[in-house]
């Protein structure tokens, strides 16, 4: 009962003093027209003024100029545009910038928001409310250099990772495969100068076992620096991916067709590296969860108004993919396929479904091209080409 009693005398409060309650909003209450005549006033400002534009409530009053004297001179035109468009079309005036406040002596940003009217004989006539958003704007700042940092820490430890790739590749194909040739060569030369009467007639069988074994290992080497450090790439990243696709096909033994509308696509390396690195996390991916039966790969450059995109994508027939499988909280492939297409300023989306009918999963990566890039560098071989690579017989 009592707190009924409570209730009802603040509703009686603030049916009396509704200025009150203006006052005490964390904002700066206004009412501004704009004359017939062009020129404008500030009939209401709430006591908040002070502390939001740093000036006494009459002295605004009587000279409403001063509010755009406070904004800086680079945000002045977006207040006029604001203005003007808000008084054409009556929808709401919004408005953020920057004011240069003397008493605070730095920037404070603002927000503006107001709804207008047009009054016949008056003009229009906004009311509404400019709250700091100094704090809000500080920390989407500090937010945004943050990310821009992570963005170059991210960009510097892909460029790390690749180099160190390189290396290693180079590495093992000088050291080891340095030293297996040796080994073939004596190999080769024992063979020749064995059997002899004394001779353990098992031992050319031997040399023959282990020389297939080093013929192997080879092979072996060959294959590990193929996939560290792709040698393929030095023909440009449509060979690239179309080698990928057919060694793709003849391992997995599912055929993949490859149409590619321009064969020679000429890229900065760090972005023919992320390509193709993404390309291969997509067809790892068909491998491991797709069990699909046939793969699609579109590349292309395409050329819309004055910018030039190449476009890469890769689709399946498989089990289909959903946003829950995308976001596995351990699965850093289609992220690092995104931090890939981000850092090149471009775009990657993996779409598909799960469920009958098999609609498969499609990866579609969009990078925009620098002038330069994307050209046809040799005369005659940029035809439109496409291919299927099939399963080895
Ligand atoms: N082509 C695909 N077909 C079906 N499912 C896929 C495909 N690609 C990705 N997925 C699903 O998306 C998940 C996340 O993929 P990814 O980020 O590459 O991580 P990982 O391959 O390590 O699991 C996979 O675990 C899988 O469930
Ligand atoms: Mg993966």
Redesign the pocket.
Known sequence: MKQKEEQSELYAMAEAHPLTIVANSPGMVFQYIECENGGHSIPFVSDQCLNVLGIKVDELKADPSLLLDLVLPEDRESLRRSKAHSAASLTIWNWEGRLWIESYGDVKWVSLRASPRREKGVGVIWEGIIINVTQTKRRETELKESHKRLKEVSAHVMAAVEHERIRIAQEIHDDLGGNLTAIKIDLDWLGRHMGGDGDNPELPAKIRTVSRMVDRTMHSIQRICRDLRPGIMDFGIAAAIEWEAGEFAKRLGIPCEISCAQQDIELKPDAAVAVFRIFQ?AL???I???QASYVWVRLNVVREQNTRHLELEVR?D????TPA??S?FN?????GMVERAGLLEGKLT?S?QRGQGRKG?TVHLSIPLASGEGNSITAGSSAARSKTARPKA
């Not at 699965?331 to 992220?335: D, M, Q």
């Open positions: 996390e790892t991916n068909i491991k969860h797709a399946d498989g089990s289909g993919i499988d995308y596995k699965s850093f492939g289609i992220r993996v598909g999963t």
